[in-house]
């Protein structure tokens, strides 16, 4: 085998997962915050439509001439402010559960605390306590560290990306 044969079949074996990534997806903890991510970032997508449509209903009703006491009385609850802010809880908790999960697969894979913390731009420390779990609250105390979102049981259903009605 010639050098640069050589040097190529390294990249390659290099480039080939481990074991540890070839195993069944439902038992991945990665696969699994990723799907998580996915879903939050989905969410947010809906969302911003649906934050989008109430806006020009807003603007519409002031635009009218109606003060906006009486246009917040008839909106649907929870606000568009709390919709927001639920939303974001949501994608933020998702993000440190999947960087969280990729840190410690990375380590587990053999990279060091310091190389991970270079391709995240976080320090070793940081990434230390990734690891160990530390920054990651349970995905319920996540999205509802400030409590419930107000009013939500009359909240209208969010069109889900069918269109069908669903949370």
């Known amino acids: 085998m ?3 044969d050589a040097g190529r079949q390294v990249r390659e074996d290099a480039d080939r997962p481990p074991d540890a990534a070839r195993e069944a997806p439902q038992h991945d903890p990665t696969l699994l915050a990723l799907e998580e991510l996915v879903a939050a970032a989905e969410e947010v997508c809906r969302m911003a439509a649906h934050v989008t449509t109430r806006a020009a209903h807003i603007r519409t009703r002031r635009m009218e001439g109606l003060p906006y006491r009486q246009i917040v009385a008839g909106e649907d609850v929870p606000l568009i402010a709390a919709l927001l802010t639920h939303n974001i809880q949501r994608l933020e908790a998702a993000g440190t559960r999947f960087r969280q999960a990729e840190a410690h697969a990375l380590h587990d894979e053999g990279m060091t605390m310091e190389e991970i913390g270079r391709l995240f731009g976080l320090t070793r420390q940081r990434i230390s306590a990734l690891i160990r779990g530390a920054s990651a609250p349970a995905p319920d105390q996540a999205i509802h560290q400030n409590g419930p979102l107000p009013n939500t049981a009359g909240a209208p259903d ?4 069918s269109g069908q009605s669903g949370r």
């Open 158 to 161: 969010l069109p889900d990306e």
């Open 2 to 4: 010639r050098h640069e």
